[in-house]
């Protein structure tokens, strides 16, 4: 009997310690749910994306420490013996910046990025393979370079370089500031400040770029040097859109993994092939 009861309370245990739980990401203002945030488990090759409901679900430890961020909060991390099933982010206030908008009537447009140069011209034909998502779960950013650092702009557009597999899927797009001082020329991807789920159709993509409209999201930069982009996937789903792969023996991007232990991102260069996005800014004057 007591060697029968022993049994049931192993099993009972064992099968309690696998099980997963369900958190929520939720704004501490307002409690309304943070739709894609990002967790990461850190020193572990784990880490996922919140639902459009805020939700993920997972199986930790007491001894895990989780980092949850989001563009337009603070980032938290969280040891797993205080982790609680909903989770407040609170929200975070970017320092405003004087920008000067000169004469009513329509601003100058440049194009900067990797694809400035190719714009409006047909992309090459497929390459060995293009980038989706897979098991790795990885993020592709590239550096954009603005030319003229005494003006003020503002984001208006994105142009992603995509192909359809079957059919068109979501992609996860995200704008970062550039992290260390503006004149560093060793800048990687800095503070998340946009983010963006973006369903694609056959719509919103011409000649094999995705656009992006980014002119009432107010994204401005005074007086910077440089931003990144990025393209990663939420989710697996049966329809995909791939980033292209495009050479370019020139071309420098950064990648990171929420399957990586560490969540840092690495630079890729001289290795034959790039991203290729371009951005639309409109010049403030």
Aim: with cysteine.
């Amino acid at each position: 009997m007591n060697r029968l009861l022993l049994t049931t309370l192993l099993l009972y245990v064992k099968v309690c310690a696998g099980q997963a739980t369900q958190y929520t990401v939720v704004n501490k203002r307002t409690h309304e749910p943070i739709p894609y945030a990002t967790v990461k488990v850190m020193n572990k090759p784990l880490g996922l994306f919140c639902t459009e409901a805020g939700v993920f679900t997972l199986d930790l430890e007491t001894s895990d420490t989780v980092v949850i961020s989001s563009a337009g909060f603070a980032t938290r991390k969280i040891p797993g013996s205080l982790l609680s099933q909903m989770i407040e982010l609170e929200e975070k206030t970017r320092m405003l910046v004087p920008v000067t908008v000169g004469a009513t009537g329509a601003l100058p447009i440049i194009r900067i990025g990797s694809g400035a140069t190719s714009f409006g011209m047909k992309l090459p034909e497929k390459e060995e393979f293009d980038w989706g998502p897979s098991a790795v779960r990885e993020e592709y950013a590239e550096k954009l370079e603005i030319p003229d650092t005494t003006l003020d702009y503002k984001l208006s557009a994105l142009y992603i370089p995509v192909r359809k597999h079957d059919c068109w899927g979501p992609v996860f797009i995200r704008v970062f500031e550039a992290s260390g001082t503006k004149d560093s020329i060793f800048n990687i991807p800095g503070e998340e400040i946009y983010s963006s789920y973006v369903s694609v159709s056959s719509a919103s993509v011409k000649k094999q770029r995705l656009k992006i409209d980014l002119d009432s999201a107010g994204i401005f930069f005074h007086r910077q040097n440089c931003f990144f982009i990025s393209v990663t996937w939420p989710y697996k789903s049966n329809c995909l859109t791939a980033l292209q792969r495009i050479k370019d023996p020139a071309a420098v991007f950064y990648s990171r993994s929420l399957n990586n232990r560490s969540y840092n991102w690495i630079v890729y260069s001289a290795i034959g092939f790039g991203t290729h996005y371009c951005a639309e800014l409109k010049v403030l004057r």
